[in-house]
């Protein structure tokens, strides 16, 4: 097998597993979900076509009776990703107000929309018609243009697909050459950035690839340099696919990691959240449970049971002020060797020692609270406390208390 072979085959697994990845959100998703629909039957799309350019799925089709069916179905199944692709733009760009005023480029990306669904229905018909009629197919071909070249019916077939891939390339380039410049989150930007270089590739992929045949039919080209000019260009579709993927899925990526990130905050807060809502079993609005059972809760977001549980452990904490001794922060803080998290810790298991002793409620006892930029700051402080207040150990907590 040749290395551009097993590109082919790399690339067409990476695209099946990006569109299974995104197929539950867009089957099952907002009705509304315009964007994942589209970006989802862009990835399905161009998938199937990908496999039908691998070796043992194209050898197999050009062979069946009906000679040469790997290239109809891949442009079949590439016209519609493109459409798709289309389809994606003008989603990304939202809704604006019935009768508002609309960015010139917005208006542009409709217009081509609207037209781009007659035209894949144009160019799906040419195709099939000049596929059954004036493309030579009495012998089964494994690489189409370079086995075709110099063949003014395959010349003729393939400027029609060529026309209609290239005209798309150059659209999605510019829209989102567009957007990568106005683009203020980085992980878009990078996205989007390859995306945009992957429609470039695209519009030079196509350019060349045509001029290549009508100068084939003019000029005969030999056997060597064209199956040499096939493969070149086989292996920049591979890049642009590559980026392609890659690209439109580091939006995602963003998402799943602050997700990784908000699971990792659950997993730090839960041993100090419970012990504390132990501690003011009134406080909670259900009693805590097991972090199994917390991270099973599919009833409640991840964002908004670690903003819950933030909230509760900063009112137990104010509680426990009026339980701990006056001068609990200071010998936190010589205990821990400075005022950080392991000193807040060292605080919390003291306090929360003293109460469970039966210290009488009294005046509220000296404690610092951090204050945060925003929401993420403070949590991000509270899972540094929560790590630290594991390691502290309880008879260490009690002597503090003395």
């Known amino acids: 097998m040749s290395p551009l072979d097993l590109a082919g085959y790399l690339i067409a697994g990476l695209m099946t597993a990006v569109a299974l990845w995104r197929m539950p959100a867009a089957l099952w998703g907002d009705e509304e979900d315009r964007r994942r629909r589209a970006l989802w039957g ?7 076509a990908l496999w039908t350019k691998t070796r043992v799925v194209r050898t197999a089709l050009n062979n069946s009776p009906v000679v040469d069916l790997a290239v ?3 442009h079949y199944t590439a016209t519609i990703a493109i459409l798709a692709i289309l389809g ?3 989603a990304i760009y939202g809704t604006y107000p019935e009768g508002g005023p609309v960015p010139r480029h917005v208006r542009f990306a409709r217009l081509v929309q609207r037209l781009a669904a007659k035209a894949s229905a144009a160019t799906l018909l040419l195709l099939t018609v000049l596929f059954f009629t004036v493309v030579d197919r009495s012998v089964p071909s494994d690489r189409f243009v370079s086995d075709h070249a110099g063949q003014w019916g395959a010349t003729l077939y393939m400027t029609v697909f060529y026309l209609y891939l290239g005209a798309a390339s150059a659209v999605c380039a510019y829209q989102w050459a567009l957007a990568t410049a106005h683009a203020r989150l980085r992980h878009l930007r990078v996205g989007l950035g390859m995306m945009t270089a992957a429609m470039f590739i695209g519009v030079g992929y196509t350019v060349s690839r045509a001029l290549f045949l009508w100068v084939s039919v003019a000029v005969e080209p030999s056997d060597g340099f064209a199956t040499a000019f096939d493969k070149t260009t086989e292996a920049a ?6 980026l392609f993927a890659v ?3 580091i939006p995602a990526f963003g998402t799943g990691w602050r997700r990784a990130r908000l699971w990792r905050a659950q997993v730090a807060l839960h041993p100090l959240w419970r012990e504390l809502m132990a501690a003011f079993p009134d406080q909670p609005f259900a009693p805590p449970a097991s972090l199994a059972r917390e991270l099973t809760r599919f009833d409640t977001p991840a964002d908004l049971r670690v903003d819950r549980w933030a909230a509760d452990i900063a009112d ?3 509680k426990l002020r009026h339980y701990a001794p006056e001068d609990l922060l200071r010998a936190a803080r010589e205990a821990a060797g400075s005022a ?5 810790a060292y605080w919390i298991k003291a306090a929360l020692a003293a109460k469970a002793s039966g210290a009488p409620a009294g005046g509220a006892a000296d404690f610092e609270t951090r204050q945060a930029a925003d929401q993420d700051g403070e949590v991000a402080w509270l899972v540094r406390v929560a790590e630290a207040y594991r390691s502290v150990p309880e008879e260490s907590a009690r002597r503090l208390l003395a």
């Open 42 to 48: 862009c990835y399905a799309g161009f998938a199937a």
């Open 72 to 74: 109809l179905i891949k």
């Open 88 to 90: 994606y733009i003008v």
């Open 237 to 242: 579709q591979v890049l642009l696919f590559a």
């Open 247 to 249: 690209g439109a899925s």
């Open 316 to 318: 137990a904490v104010e």
């Open 340 to 344: 950080g998290p392991v000193a807040d």
